[in-house]
């Protein structure tokens, strides 16, 4: 008992287990256990909102097939119970040997902006206030003046003498900026060009939407809200599965269409036949005619972000 | 004074000890928490693969051109019902009789009989002067409009919908004469849908102000609705 000094270590192995020695473990265990006890205290409050398995779900790319069925399972329950719809919410994966590029034809585009509404519906996207994808600008013929563009025209018809029409959506860059700012990398550029965001994952800092140039990002303050008559229930989880309040979203080519060989929504529905999509792999493809032949261009090519969506103006 | 430094020496692993017990402890305690608060539904099994596809018909109406459904329809007329003992005049430049509802803006090619064959009135004509089938229009536009006739084959001009991927579906190519009448080819200006930020179609009520809390915890706010207006105006106030 010589060594029984007051700053001493918490249990002396020589001393073996006395009675003070357990008694000073065991407070200083039970007064750990209820401190860790006390800081979970809040989730017992959320009980039924809850939900475990999304708290705990793992990262997009760390998910085996077993649980990424589970997760869409789930993702189905879940606007089961949110909008009485049967929501089917797929994961398709990307084509081997494919990657995408868009093609816009400011000579034939008219402004009218269907393809803007096309995608909300496509997409899911929240309808008050409208969240869409896409952002028609309007200018004066002379020359791309992104200071003066007008996105809020709303004329009898279009288009006005004097004016063109630029749609701007996700370019889909090589070099996206969006994603380099991500701090959780809850976004990212997919093998075929789409880059995709996991809104399970995103926090919501909203970093990728300051970091675009292009203004393609969109934020979900709200809730979306959604129409359940008017709902696609034709969904891939990273595309336009319905999305829980406060994540970014953006435009991804209708990855759930365009990974099945369809054409996005917004193509089939402009009315001028202004747009042009296809695997800038494929040397017969659409895509490639209009590289090869027209002379086109990208937005903002000095920011160096290397779109792969392309502009040029033809009759 | 020996004794002392050794029992300094030992104490660090000592409170490693100690820590490791309380997080593993910690540990035990969040599973058990989590344990609690999961519900019985565990994970189902759900066949993936037999989706049933979306059937959405995508664009938008396009303007009823009485000209372009009977171009459309398919010529299902006899020219020589009423031309076969006319004499064939080929200066008119507008239409008259029967075609007067026809609306006549094609630029320099404003004669009948550039694209309609004199007597094969039910066939078209090709710039050499030979009969063209009705149903070869695309070849009768390309006559002249060769650079669009290319980008379309090319897929630089025109509608597309259906599959890019041609080893999937198939591709749906629109003729010239479905976009463009062919009296009157230049597209005609279209209403927009409205500007960004306006909601279109049957919606729910906006949300309130900063409801995004009150959605994470699922407790919609309830707000009566004579809260959200000030007071009523006296009967006798008159607007200014």
């Known amino acids: 008992m010589s060594q029984d000094a007051p700053n001493g270590p918490l249990l002396d192995p020589e001393e073996g287990t006395t009675r003070r020695n357990f008694l000073k473990a ?76 868009y093609a816009l034809n400011l000579g034939v585009c008219v402004g009218c902006r269907r393809c803007a509404y096309a995608c909300e519906k496509e997409n899911n996207t929240s309808r008050a206030p409208g969240k869409q994808y896409i952002r028609v600008l309007e200018m004066e013929q002379g020359g791309i003046d992104l200071e003066t563009a007008n996105h809020q025209y709303d004329p009898e ?20 900026p969006c994603t380099k700012v991500c701090p959780v990398n809850a976004t990212w550029k997919e093998p075929d060009g789409i880059v995709v965001v996991d809104y399970n994952w995103c926090i919501g800092c909203r970093y990728c939407e300051a970091a675009c140039p292009y203004w393609a990002r969109r934020f979900n303050f709200e809730k979306p809200v959604l129409n359940p008559a008017d709902m696609n229930t034709d969904t891939a989880y990273l595309s336009n599965r319905p999305r829980p309040v406060g994540v970014m979203e953006k435009c991804t080519f209708c ?4 990974r099945e060989g369809r054409y996005p929504a917004c193509l089939e529905a402009c009315p001028t036949g202004a747009r042009a999509f296809g695997n800038v792999y494929d040397p017969k493809s659409e895509i490639r005619y209009i590289l090869e032949n027209k002379r086109v261009f990208v937005l903002k090519e000095d920011v160096g972000t290397l779109p792969n969506f392309f502009y040029y103006f033809d009759a | 004074m020996d004794d002392a430094p050794e029992t300094r020496t030992e104490s660090p692993p000592n409170a490693w000890v100690a820590g490791g017990v309380l997080v593993a402890l910690g540990l035990v305690a969040y599973a058990g928490v989590a344990w609690l608060l999961s519900s019985a539904a565990q994970s189902r099994t759900t066949v993936t693969e037999a989706r049933p596809s979306l059937a959405v018909p995508f664009g938008p109406d396009r303007v009823p051109l009485e000209t372009l459904q009977l171009h459309k329809a398919g010529f299902a007329y006899d020219c020589d019902e009423c031309h076969y003992d006319r004499v064939r005049d080929r200066t008119p430049r507008t239409f008259v009789g029967e075609h007067s509802k026809l609306e006549f803006d094609h630029g ?26 009705s149903t070869d229009h695309v070849k009768l536009c390309a006559g002249c409009h060769g650079t669009q006739h290319r980008d379309w084959l090319g897929g630089a001009h025109g509608r597309r919908s259906g599959f890019w991927d041609r080893s999937v579906g198939t591709l749906r190519r629109t003729d010239c004469i479905v976009c463009h009448d062919p009296h009157r080819p230049a597209f005609r200006p279209i209403e927009p849908l409205p500007p960004p930020g306006v909601a279109v179609g049957p919606v729910h009520p906006p949300l309130e102000p900063h409801g995004a809390v009150q959605q994470i915890l699922r407790t919609p706010p309830v707000v009566e609705p004579d809260t959200l207006r000030g007071p009523a105006p006296a009967p006798d106030e008159d607007a200014p």
């Open chain 1, 26 to 101: 065991a407070a200083v265990t039970t007064a750990g256990v209820g401190a860790v006890a006390a800081s979970l205290a809040p989730l017992r409050e959320l009980d039924a909102t809850f939900d475990k398995e999304a708290w705990l779900q793992k990262h997009y790319h760390e998910l085996t097939p077993a649980e990424m069925d589970k997760v869409l399972a789930r993702l189905e329950d879940e606007a089961k119970a949110e909008y009485g719809v049967d929501v089917t919410v797929r994961d398709v994966k990307p084509k081997a040997k494919t990657k995408y590029a």
């Open chain 1, 157 to 176: 018809t279009v288009p006005q003498p004097g004016k063109f029409y630029m749609p701007v959506q996700c370019h889909q860059c090589d070099k996206p």
């Open chain 1, 255 to 258: 990855l759930h269409r365009v």
């Open chain 2, 108 to 133: 320099r090619n404003d004669r009948c009989f550039n694209c309609h064959h004199e007597t094969e009135l039910t066939s078209f004509v090709t710039a050499a002067g030979d009969v063209l089938p």
